[in-house]
């Protein structure tokens, strides 16, 4: 039972209709880390997805630079309550990469630069609901906000969109990634409020 | 200073968090080391205003005496001194990293302790030093405490050598010769706690015996 | 480099799960063996992350991770083969 602290009320942050459950609005971007900040020289960055079989198809980053880019405005909501609205991001829809990928699998595992995995249905990385994002305000991706490129998942809890991202594993079974294996959700629905194993 | 009921006591080095409750829910934790020994049921922290630290603001701005507050502790058994312990000890402060290492001066002082003791306090400037009346009483009136402090930005005129970060010449000679086996306190910012961490081990003494605390 | 605390920062969060305090505790790194004392663990995350992340001072490899949910704990202790707790005597 917490105690109310008179007079507190913490950084400015506001209500507003447009934010999932038990969210709080920030105008910052608080960065959050699980450990030291991955560099990756552009000359060695590459993004790969593996099938189910082991069938591989890589990018390069001049390769990924001329893929058919968009800019897209997104709210993003963190598990630690903050959400940042209307937020602009430049990349490459996960469709474009998934066009020459055949696969039967349902389930990905998306791994980082750092070690880092999150797994997620692959449906929820197709038809215009993921990217390869490089790019934030216009400006290219800082490395503490996972830079060179991050995966971004709008419709999902922050986590599953990994930064520094390095490949997607297809899988028939979903396997539980960094987070997922130790209390947070398989799924991470902010609307549901589906912050931790069993919600 | 916090009256906690049925405070259990804590040893000098350790800390409480702090957590504090905005009406619609939102919270904000710090951690914040205890300064001196235990009153009863009253402890002292000290705390530091932070630009833009929602916590410390709070704190030193618009708490005020007899408002409750939520306080965990006390806490961490590895950065601790007991007046049990008879080794000489050398204490290495980096700004605020000192209110864990003042704590222990203190304990040392209440148990009235003939441990020696050295302090080496680094601070940007003369002003920014904490507690500098009691330090100069103490290094005064405590019999076997020694303190030397170290400046980065700005010195006094009587100060010899000019400003700079700390270095393998001031924990030489500030602190005691490894083959002693003192026990071995840096408190302070990351950087300055593993710049001195290392000198330290570089000096021969044993890592084990090089205890750190980061305030990040 | 990201800045990290140490382990000292931990042993709040982990008081409320163990009976005694625990950073005084070494966990040697099940990717390195290098024997680390709790306290002095790299910890990134905080109160404010999604959980507290602990990494071997060596090597760097994740040694535990806790994350705290309302109404129960995960302690994930892969990342070592065991943790020695000093007990207090008697």
């Known amino acids: 039972m917490s105690i109310v602290s008179p007079g507190f009320s913490g950084r400015r942050r506001g209500a507003d209709n447009r934010l999932p459950p038990g969210q709080y609005l920030t105008h910052d971007f608080p960065v959050l880390s699980a450990g030291p900040t991955p560099r ?20 390069s980053w001049n390769e990924l630079q001329e893929l058919t880019s968009e800019q897209i405005t997104v709210d993003i909501h963190c598990v630690t309550k903050w959400s940042k609205l209307g937020t602009t991001w430049t990349g490459v829809s996960l469709d474009t990469f998934f066009e020459d990928v055949d696969t039967a699998a349902d389930y990905a595992l998306a791994y980082s630069y750092g070690g880092y995995t999150t797994n997620l249905p692959l449906e929820d990385l197709l038809d215009g609901r993921s990217y390869i994002a490089y790019e ?49 959700h398989d799924y991470g629905d902010p609307w549901r409020e589906q912050r931790y194993q069993g919600d | 200073m916090l009256d906690v009921p049925d405070w259990p006591g804590h040893d000098a080095g350790q800390h409480v968090d702090v957590r504090l409750t905005a009406p619609d829910g939102y ?5 914040y080391s205890i300064a001196g020994p235990a009153d009863g049921d009253r402890i002292e922290l000290t705390v530091q205003h932070v630009d833009d630290g929602e916590v410390s603001d709070y704190l030193t701005t618009v708490y005020a005496i007899g408002d409750p ?108 010769p490894a083959d002693l086996r003192p026990a071995c306190f840096v ?30 | 480099m990201t ?41 990134y995350g905080g109160p404010s992350a999604p959980g507290l992340v602990a990494r071997c001072c060596g090597c760097d490899e994740v040694v535990l991770r806790l994350v705290c949910g309302p109404g129960a704990a995960w302690l994930d202790l892969r990342g070592t083969t065991a943790l020695r ?4 005597p008697g």
């Open chain 2, 27 to 31: 919270t904000a934790q710090r951690s």
């Open chain 1, 136 to 184: 934030y305000e216009g400006e290219p991706l800082a490395p503490e906000h996972g830079g060179p490129a991050r995966l971004l998942v709008p419709h999902l809890y922050l986590w599953k969109s990994a930064k520094w991202i390095r490949g997607i594993q297809l899988q028939i079974e979903d396997e539980p990634g960094f987070w997922e294996s130790v209390g947070y």
């Open chain 2, 187 to 216: 408190c302070g910012p990351t950087g300055f706690v593993e710049t001195a961490a290392d000198i330290l081990v570089a000096l021969g003494h044993e890592p084990r015996r090089v205890k750190t605390e980061r305030f990040g």
């Open chain 1, 40 to 59: 990756v020289p552009l000359d060695r960055w590459e993004f790969r997805i593996t099938t189910e079989q082991g069938e591989k198809h890589t990018w």
């Open chain 3, 85 to 88: 707790i000093p007990l207090p």
């Open chain 3, 3 to 43: 800045e990290h605390l140490d382990g000292n920062d931990m042993a709040g969060a982990l008081s409320e799960i163990f009976a005694v305090d625990v950073s005084a505790a070494t966990a040697p790194c099940a990717s390195c063996k290098r024997v680390n004392v709790v306290a002095e663990l790299r910890v």
């Open chain 2, 69 to 176: 507050v939520e306080v965990r502790g006390p806490v961490g058994g590895w950065f601790v001194w007991r007046p049990e312990h008879t080794d000489p000890v050398f204490l290495v402060a980096g700004g605020s990293g000192i209110v864990p290492l003042m704590a222990m001066i203190r304990a040392r002082a209440a148990a009235d302790s003939k441990t020696p003791f050295r302090l080496l306090y680094s601070a940007r400037s003369p002003s920014e030093i904490i507690f500098a009346d009691e330090l100069r009483r103490r290094a005064r009136d405590d019999r076997g405490l020694d303190v030397t402090y170290l400046y980065t930005r700005s010195a006094p005129e009587d100060w010899p050598g000019r400003p700079h970060r700390i270095s393998v010449a001031d924990l030489n000679s500030a602190g005691w």
